[in-house]
Nanobody
Framework: QVRLVESGGGLVQAGGPLRLSCALF????????MGWYRQPPGKQRDLVAT???????NYADSVKGRFTISGNNAKRTVYLQMNSLKPEDTAVYYC?????????WGQGTQVTVSS
């Protein structure tokens, strides 16, 4: 089974950039969609962006034009480039993949955007 390890979170001022990375360890057999989700304090976990095995991307409306997802199974890494960050982007960000249609989650990385 694949294991995911996120990195790159931290504290950033509003308007600044941040890049999250998700490294894939173990077997990557059966992987299809990879993506990022986030969970603000006291709220549910929501989709941020996904990328399919064919390279098609999908974004939440709130991040379109500001965030870019990239990466693939061969490189064993998924990235989330976040630009023009806003305080409402503050959340724990989770990497997610589907392996044989079963969701696998990383441990999460905290992103805090100060105003």
């Amino acid at each position: 089974q694949v294991r995911l390890v996120e990195s790159g979170g931290g504290l950033v001022q509003a308007g600044g950039p941040l890049r999250l990375s998700c490294a894939l360890f173990g077997s990557t057999a059966g992987l299809n969609t990879m993506g990022w989700y986030r969970q603000p304090p006291g709220k549910q976990r929501d989709l941020v962006a996904t990328i399919s095995s064919g390279g098609s991307t999908n974004y939440a409306d709130s991040v379109k034009g500001r965030f870019t997802i990239s990466g693939n199974n061969a490189k064993r890494t998924v990235y989330l480039q976040m630009n023009s960050l806003k305080p409402e982007d503050t959340a724990v960000y989770y990497c997610n993949v589907r392996q044989y249609s079963i969701p696998v989650w990383g441990q999460g990385t905290q992103v805090t955007v100060s105003s």
